[in-house]
């Protein structure tokens, strides 16, 4: 049982908490031990069991203000397994709030509200053995329970620590890198004989060079991590962790390294990350193709999506910068020339490829990216790889390419090679020029109007199956109506569905391109042969919010900001989840599911 | 009977696992040494209850320890550098120790008043040293004031020893107990015998009219560097009882052990210069001689501090060992004392090694 820690908002693997203490601690945060931290930006409410390799230990003394480390043999990074499993001593968790020492390959659910990892100064500076490290850990350990890495955090390595999922740090290693006379910042450390400047105006950078010594050192370090902390905790809170850290590693090899260790580990970020954010998600880097939100995103519209505005052109146009990208000034100009008479698919990097009913879902309206004019080749491989999987599962009778030369050209010269479709280029010099948009509208000559109806009924469908899973779209929504004009559709059953006819099924939310459910269209939902995302609750009736104890079982494909359909012998009720289905199985605090509507059964 | 306690049993299970990674561990090495040479041989200055003298160590190359054999000693190299197979006879013993003889004559003005010999093993092992080597080495020296033998405890006998006590020789059985803590020593150096069993070897050596000197060990893994400092100062206290002198020293990485290994994942540092001269200090008070002879100071593998002050710290131990004077730690400073203060307030089990 989780008593005394408790995850509050949650950033893909990060997460923004609070140790519950009589004075409580935000988490990513910065704890030391009791009597010796005395810098104010550290929680000293650490008190250590003590080491059963040196003696034999008794139950320790707990205080309800503090964090107590019960007794611990903590393994170092090099511990052979062997003399893991012989030594791993038993642990007890106590009432008061307890953590207890873990190494990555021992780690178990000992019921406590925080886990120390003991081999943390050894797997940190290490990328993959850092990743391996914490995701094995991680992965055993309940999900909402604290990670503590004690020892080794600095304002250049504590972001990427949140973003692994550690919650707790200390201020150790920047205490000592102080008193060996090095000065640490976000980008780095430099020998204090070295700078001729401070780069910082924390309280103890505010004294003249020549009298800041290895004390003021200490000072600043700590004050430069506490700042960080905040910055990373400000971050989560808006769900921008991953924008800041993409520039921010890159001051440092081995973060970097880490850093896209984790993004080759699909599983462990794509499990944490999000379905839809609301906050604007900055495409700067080449790491941003690596984004889970990005890939997922280029994966469901080639697997899941299903084109069904697919029987005539697919006109295929670069994206544009304001979004969504038919709001912008460009993509007007191309359907006034096109008219309609084809099926718009924008091609952007990084997300691949979006097709019209799918510009409102995340992250298809909310990236930014950087805008050159010229793709590298990684990104022309990677839209050139998605159209093409996009293209062989549609039926189109051609497609009109009306893309620069630079970049998309090539990317759909590359998809298109090896499908046997006629390819039509309509841009001679720029796309909005008037002999290019001339040519677009030869092009579609002739092109019967795809109808607004058809389009919209389109859109529902498309973003029901990029939510619910393949073909979604026609069996939970196959006989419905729909009302108000897009973004701002409402879907209601049609005379022949299982529910009321006219009755609310689902809305469209503007701002991230997802639907919303009801209970009749959950019950559409659980009535259709998609599968379901179910959560299993004790016999309550849910008002508001679904807490983790709550929950008998979930599936572990829920992911957060997924439409769930929540059932318990009593009630039956939909909506929104805000923790992953592993862990309101694993979890027994915190917010597992934001409830929209229920019905007791 | 009464049933094994879990206490016991753990015991057990964690030698087990100590043990076969060991035997792994050294099984890497495939090198080969030449029975006819002792492993090293130097000449030194050690304190001795007659006062300073000039030594002569031979480290004897016997086949090495049974027990490391078996496994061993977590942080203990030395068997990797044993003759393979085990066994060295008379005759090659007998022509290692004519080297170590040449040394001197090579190196010293005069003869030695203290000869050392250890075997990385056990020198009254009679599996390792036979009977007629060990009586060929004691006339070999009989005109010396003082040797030294190591010895595990299991060995050590009246019997043995007075084959030197017969011969004139002062004798000392050198033990190396690690520490007073039977849970550190079996548990961290994997070292199979008790605190008890140290104590009645002393006994023995008493009753053939030789004394003890002690070896601890500062800082074997998985202890913190205060718990290191700490296991230290307690077991010179308690050993400082049955021996007249205790040789406390700071583990180095040694080749093909289980603190390499450690070491090279970053798993393990050796201790701090400071915090030798500091459980120096702390025991200055005891009656007995207390001295430290740290290897590889300075080094990445051996006992260091920031890399500046490590030779001057390292002269204070010397100077130290010789005068048994404390005040001479208060001659040398240097600014990572303030880092090894840190490192002491904070380093726990769980987080170290706080620095390289």
């Known amino acids: ?601 | 009977m009464s049933e094994p306690t879990p206490e016991v049993y753990e015991r057990g299970r964690g030698m087990d696992a100590h043990n076969a990674v060991m035997r792994e561990v050294r099984a890497r090495n495939d090198q080969s040494y030449d029975p006819r040479e002792p492993t090293r041989v130097w000449l030194d200055e050690d304190n001795t209850p007659d006062g300073v003298v000039q030594s002569l160590t031979i480290i004897l190359n016997t086949g090495g320890c049974r027990w490391a054999r078996a496994g061993g000693c977590t942080m203990c190299g030395y068997v990797a550098e044993s003759v393979d197979g085990g066994s060295v006879d008379h005759d090659a013993l007998r022509a290692q120790i004519d080297a170590a003889l040449t040394h001197e004559q090579d190196h010293a003005d005069a003869p030695s008043p203290l000869v050392k010999i250890y075997t990385s093993g056990s020198f009254l092992d009679e599996r390792e040293v036979g009977a007629e080597t060990r009586a060929m080495i004691a006339d070999t020296f009989a005109d010396r004031d003082r040797i030294v033998v190591e010895s595990l405890p299991d060995f050590v006998d009246a019997a043995k020893l007075r084959d030197f006590r017969e011969v004139g020789l002062a004798t000392d059985v050198a033990i190396g107990l690690e520490t007073t803590s039977d849970r550190v020593r079996h548990d961290c150096v994997n070292k199979y015998f008790d605190f008890d069993d140290f104590v009645a070897a002393t006994e023995a050596a008493d009753a053939a009219g030789a004394g003890v000197k002690a070896y601890l060990l500062l800082k074997p893994p998985f202890l913190a560097e205060t718990d290191a400092i700490e296991d230290a100062v307690t077991s010179i206290r308690e050993c400082a009882r049955y021996c007249h002198t205790v040789s406390m020293n700071p583990c180095n990485v040694q080749s093909y052990t289980m603190v390499e290994d450690l070491h090279r994942a970053g798993g393990y540092r050796p201790p701090w210069l400071w915090s030798v001269a500091e459980i120096l200090e702390r025991t200055a008070d005891v009656d007995a001689i207390v001295v430290s002879d740290p290897v590889g100071h300075g080094s990445d593998r051996g006992p260091h501090n920031c890399g500046e002050c490590d030779d001057r710290v390292h002269t204070a131990i010397k100077d130290f060992n010789r005068r048994q004077d404390p005040s001479v730690f208060e001659e040398v400073e240097c600014a990572c004392e303030r880092t090894w203060d840190a490192v002491t307030a904070r380093e726990r089990g769980y987080n170290q090694p706080l620095t390289r």
């Not at chain 1, 010796?36 to 390799?53: Q, Y």
């Not at chain 1, 697919?310 to 912008?328: E, F, M, Q, T």
Request: with cysteine; aromatic share 6%; net charge negative.
């Open chain 1, 1 to 601: 049982m989780t008593e005394h820690f408790e995850v509050l908002d949650r950033d893909g693997a990060a997460r923004h908490g609070e140790l519950r203490l009589p004075t409580p601690l935000e988490t990513p945060g910065l704890v030391g031990a009791v009597g010796v931290d005395d810098h104010d930006a550290v929680a000293a409410i650490l008190r250590d069991g003590g080491s059963e390799w040196r003696r034999e230990r008794s139950t320790p003394e707990t205080d309800p203000a503090e964090l107590t480390i019960l007794p611990h043999r903590a393994f170092p990074r090099g511990t052979d397994d062997r003399v893991m499993t012989a030594f791993d001593p038993p642990v007890t968790a106590l009432e008061d709030p307890t953590a207890a020492v873990v190494a990555p390959d021992t780690a178990a659910d000992h019921g406590v509200d925080a886990y120390v990892l003991a081999s943390a100064t050894g797997h940190v500076g290490h990328a993959r053995s850092f990743r391996e490290a914490i995701t094995a850990t991680r992965r055993a350990i309940p999900d909402d329970t604290a990670l503590y890495l004690p020892g080794v955090a600095t304002p250049g390595n504590v972001a990427l620590l949140a973003y692994a999922g550690v919650d707790l740090v200390d201020a150790d290693r920047a205490v000592i890198r102080g008193t060996q006379g090095r000065y640490l910042t976000p980008d780095g450390h430099r020998f204090l004989e070295d700078l001729e400047e401070l780069p910082c105006a924390c309280e103890a950078c505010q004294r003249p060079r020549d009298r800041f010594d290895r004390e003021a050192c200490v000072a600043h370090n700590v004050a430069a991590l506490d700042a960080e902390l905040r910055r990373v905790r400000e971050r989560i809170r808006t769900g921008r962790l991953r924008d800041y850290l993409e520039g921010q590693v890159r001051h440092d090899q081995w973060q970097t390294a880490a850093f896209r260790r984790f993004d080759q580990e699909w599983g462990y970020l794509e499990e944490r990350a999000p379905v839809f954010r609301t906050a604007e998600l900055a495409a700067t880097t080449a790491d941003a193709l690596h984004r889970p939100e990005i890939q997922r995103f280029a994966d469901r519209v080639t697997t899941r999506y299903v084109p069904r505005l697919d029987d005539g052109v697919a006109l295929l146009v670069p994206c544009s910068a304001r979004k969504p990208y038919s709001d912008s000034r460009s993509h007007r100009r191309f359907q006034d020339a096109a008219n309609y008479r084809a099926h718009v698919v924008s091609m952007t990097s990084p997300i691949g490829v979006v097709p019209t009913e799918l510009e409102l879902t995340y992250p298809a309206q909310h990236y930014d990216a950087a805008v050159t004019g010229t793709w590298t080749d990684d990104e022309i491989d990677f839209v050139g790889r998605v159209l093409e999987r996009y293209l062989a599962r549609a039926d189109y009778d051609r497609v009109v390419a009306h893309v620069p030369a630079a970049g998309y050209r090539p990317a759909v010269e590359g998809a298109t090679d090896a499908l046997d479709l006629e390819v039509t280029y309509t841009v001679a010099d720029h796309p909005t020029d008037e002999a290019s948009l001339a040519a677009l509208a030869d092009a579609l000559d002739g092109e019967p109007q795809i109808r607004v109806a058809d389009r919209e009924r389109a859109t529902v469908r498309a973003i029901a199956d990029y939510q619910f899973g393949e073909g979604a779209g026609d069996a939970v929504f196959g006989d419905c109506s729909l009302e108000g004009r897009h973004p701002k559709l409402r879907v209601l059953a049609g005379a022949d569905a299982p529910a009321e006819e006219g009755a609310l099924l689902a809305t469209l939310v503007p701002s991230y391109g997802l639907l919303a459910l009801t209970v009749a269209g959950a019950r559409a939902w659980v009535d259709s042969d998609v599968g379901v995302r179910r959560v299993h609750i004790d016999d309550f009736v849910p008002h508001g919010s679904v807490l983790a104890p709550g929950v008998v079982d979930a599936d572990e494909a829920i992911r957060v900001g997924d439409e769930v359909v929540v059932e318990g012998p009593s009630a039956l009720a939909v909506g929104r989840a805000t923790m992953h289905g592993a862990a309101m199985v694993e979890s027994s605090r915190g917010v597992a599911v934001d409830i929209r509507h229920t019905t007791e059964s």
